[in-house]
């Protein structure tokens, strides 16, 4: 079956540099989710989408923003990268019933240098 | 507000012995509940849901989890459990309100010895 699928898995980065983190949801799945997960720490909740609109918003900063296409793949930028955006970021897709259980992609591992 | 608490940080259990992993929520309206499970480096996956119905919840793996509406807790079990279910766990709420986003626990990381 197919999955939530992620890219690049994984990303070097200088300070102050842009990234930008592609997301391409499971078929018919019409809800994603971008969460940062830091070392040792749980998934925080950064934006969500529903139906190419901007569904909730979390701790996103300023400087990151994120959009979903026309083909609901979702893409997160994220521009004067800092270190403490070393993370681990993960898209997962659902959809939008309270009763549905969202699953994830394998992430993109951010280093930010 | 949703959230939900995993009070153990870390869970230790010899390989054959039963394993609970412990998460107790709070919720404003219905509770719709999960378990997720993740190995170094990889993404969250999926592993049961209680959304109504028995409070016995059975998932993937051989896993299941009790859903006790007067101690609103959702303890993860597991009648025998294996070294490879050595991992994190996190239990997860998903909003009532707007239908999006769900709030994870702090993660209970799982050690099987065998």
């Known amino acids: 079956a197919a999955g939530v699928i992620q890219s690049p898995r994984h990303l070097i980065k200088e300070k102050r540099e842009t990234a930008t983190l592609k997301c391409y949801p499971i078929?018919?799945?019409?809800?994603v989710y971008w969460y940062q997960q830091g070392p040792g720490q749980d998934p925080q909740f950064l934006i969500s989408?529903?139906?190419?609109?901007?569904?909730d918003k979390g701790s996103i900063p300023d400087r990151f923003s994120a959009q979903q296409f026309s083909d609901y793949h979702s893409e997160l930028n994220m521009s004067s990268l800092e270190l403490g955006d070393s993370a681990l970021y993960f898209c997962?897709?659902?959809?939008?019933?309270?009763?549905?259980?969202?699953?994830f992609g394998q992430g993109t591992r951010l280093t930010v240098v | 507000a949703q959230s939900v608490a995993q009070p153990e940080d870390q869970v230790n259990v010899a390989e054959g012995n039963p394993l609970t992993v412990k998460c107790t929520y709070s919720?404003?309206?219905?509770?719709?509940l999960f378990w997720y499970v993740q190995y170094p480096n990889r993404g969250l996956q999926f592993l049961l849901k209680?959304?109504?119905?028995?409070?016995l919840v059975k998932g993937s793996y051989g896993f299941e989890a009790e859903f006790n509406k007067s101690q609103t807790s959702f303890h993860l079990k597991k009648p025998s459990a294996l070294v490879s279910d050595s991992a994190l766990y996190f239990c997860?709420?998903?909003?009532?309100?707007?239908?999006?986003?769900?709030?994870f626990g702090s993660g209970t990381k799982l050690n099987v010895k065998p």
């Open positions: 989408f529903y139906e190419k609109m901007q569904s």
């Open positions: 209680y959304i109504t119905g028995d409070n």
């Open positions: 919720v404003s309206g219905n509770p719709y």
């Open positions: 997860a709420v998903r909003d009532g309100g707007n239908f999006n986003k769900f709030y």
């Open positions: 997962a897709s659902s959809l939008a019933y309270q009763n549905t259980e969202a699953f």
């Open positions: 078929p018919r799945h019409d809800t």
